[in-house]
């Protein structure tokens, strides 16, 4: 093979003059490779388990941190954006600020993540620059980044190895199936449609308790995706081809009515239109078609679409034409009737893999189960320390005055450890918290509340220690708190099915 040589710019100490002849194509794969990596884990593909590209979780981790919960006022989008990219993101401004805008929109995600103030965009046109808008977390949020501050996940440096981030959210519901993703990166792509909460949360629920459930038996509770535009799905077929093996495809049609729009004239009223598709754009479409005469019978389109009323998009029918052909032609002819195509293609284990329902589910349970492990693990931990040091107060507090006494009359704290530890038959970390407490906290103790403390603190423990003792039990644990986010954030369906 040939080699070509290639200047490289010498280290400290080599001579300067000094040329390194290396393989150009070596290089290149090498590159390539590193870059192609970068794109697949770092930007472009979600996490199975909280469904999440890094620069999303970044986002929600970082207005968590900032205290921009949903009883916390908005603040400016160019703050959030500014503090993601300084410490998390260092990509860009807009890649960040177009991530936090699609988990703002209602008409992009099922279940908004951020609640936005001020204009977010629509289909048909982009939002405000980020120094317009404001933001701060939608309760559902909550739901994903809460308890990430109890050793429920793992964390890693940031870019420049000065701050820790998440590596996952704990995510309390299944957000990769909810809301969905879309992503570009080297050599593969992932695409997957929003569904409904109620469903995917029952579904999960099902496979909890039969770990064997068939596909479909999950199709039972998730029959299709729900995208929050609405609209019918008219071909069952690819949804079931998507759910079986992750891919596959399937038809979504606006919404249409035939009704009369003026007293002598019949019209088509269109409320819903697939999803990612907006008004405007089929208008338009439908004009160019009038034009060229290719549809016959139109007399006027009016688009009354807005943001307080919704879609709704008249199209008015001369007389003499049939409303029902012409609406089938909308459909053949325009964006009324799109095509979606479903690659789930998503992270496990840092591995790009394909997923189909079960599959995807399963990841979700997996990774929810270890959450509440680690999480329980975490608060009884804690629990058992404080109910050490209460003990000793306890035992402190009998002779409150022979404590101070000790204190007052040692010469140094190390004296006064060992004095306390002795008389009072009490652990190190028993005699340090005693000294570390100001004496008028000490003195105003109630033995009756450390009594009352002590109680719950062994309840806890002892309930923690029943939730840890089996596999079941936190699998009952993981399917409450599914049932309560359920309660909490489900919805409707919006997108029917054709029967």
Not at 141 to 153: F, G, H, P, Q, S
Not at 239 to 255: H, P
Not at 426 to 439: K, R, V
Request: hydrophobic share 40%; charged share 25%.
């Amino acid at each position: 093979m040939a080699r070509t040589p290639k200047a490289v710019l010498p280290k400290a100490g080599e001579n300067p003059g000094k040329i390194v002849d290396i393989d150009v194509s070596q290089e290149m794969s090498d590159s390539f490779l590193e870059y192609a990596y970068s794109v697949i884990y770092s930007r472009a593909l979600p996490d199975a388990r909280d469904g999440l590209k890094p620069v999303q979780r970044r986002i929600l981790h970082q207005m968590f941190d900032m205290g921009l919960r949903p009883d916390k006022g908005h603040v400016k989008c160019a703050r959030v954006v500014g503090e993601v990219m300084g410490k998390l993101h260092p990509h860009g401004d807009g890649a960040i600020y177009d991530a936090a805008v699609r988990l703002a929109q209602p008409f992009t995600t099922r279940l908004p993540l951020i609640d936005g103030h001020g204009n977010f965009g629509s289909l048909d046109a982009g939002p405000a620059a980020m120094r317009y808008t404001e933001a701060r977390l939608a309760p559902a949020a909550m739901a994903m980044v809460d308890e990430a501050d109890e050793d429920t996940v793992d964390f890693g440096a940031n870019y420049d190895g000065q701050l820790l981030e998440p590596l996952v959210l704990p995510a309390a519901f299944p957000n990769l199936l909810v809301n969905g993703a879309t992503g570009i990166a080297v050599g593969m792509a992932t695409n997957m449609p929003p569904h409904n909460l109620g469903e995917v949360i029952a579904a999960t629920k099902h496979l909890i308790e039969n770990p064997k459930a068939t596909l479909k038996a999950l199709m039972k509770f998730v029959p299709a995706p729900d995208f929050p535009t609405g609209g019918q799905i008219v071909d069952l077929e690819g949804v079931a081809d998507a759910y079986s093996n992750g891919r596959g495809s399937f038809k979504v049609r606006a919404t249409a009515v035939i009704e009369k729009v003026t007293t002598r004239k019949q019209g088509i009223v269109i409320t819903e239109f697939p999803f990612n598709i907006g008004p405007e754009k089929v208008v338009e479409k439908i004009a160019d078609l009038v034009k060229a005469k290719k549809i016959l019978g139109i007399s006027d389109i009016v688009d009354l679409s807005d943001g307080q009323q919704g879609t709704k998009v008249v199209i008015e029918i001369k007389n003499g034409y049939e409303p029902e052909e012409i609406l089938e032609k909308l459909y053949k002819l325009t964006p009324m009737e799109d095509q979606f195509s479903v690659n789930a293609v998503a992270l496990v284990n840092g591995k790009p893999l394909t997923l189909g329902l079960k599959e995807l589910l399963q990841v979700f349970i997996d990774h929810r189960i270890e959450v509440v492990r680690r999480r329980s693990e975490f608060r009884k931990a804690k629990a058992q320390s404080r109910l050490t040091l209460v003990d000793g107060l306890l035992k402190a507090i009998i002779d409150i005055d022979k404590v101070i006494k000790i204190i007052r009359g040692s010469e140094d704290a190390a004296v006064a450890k060992d004095a306390l530890i002795k008389g009072f038959k009490l652990t190190e970390e028993q005699a340090n918290y005693i000294l570390d407490m100001p004496l008028r906290r000490l003195t105003k103790m109630s033995k009756l509340e450390l009594e009352t403390e002590q109680k719950e603190l062994t309840a806890t423990i002892t309930a923690l220690k029943k939730l840890l003792s089996s596999e079941e039990n936190i699998k009952a644990q993981v399917s409450a708190e599914l049932t309560e986010v359920s309660k909490n954030f489900a919805t409707p369906r919006r997108t029917r099915i054709a029967a």
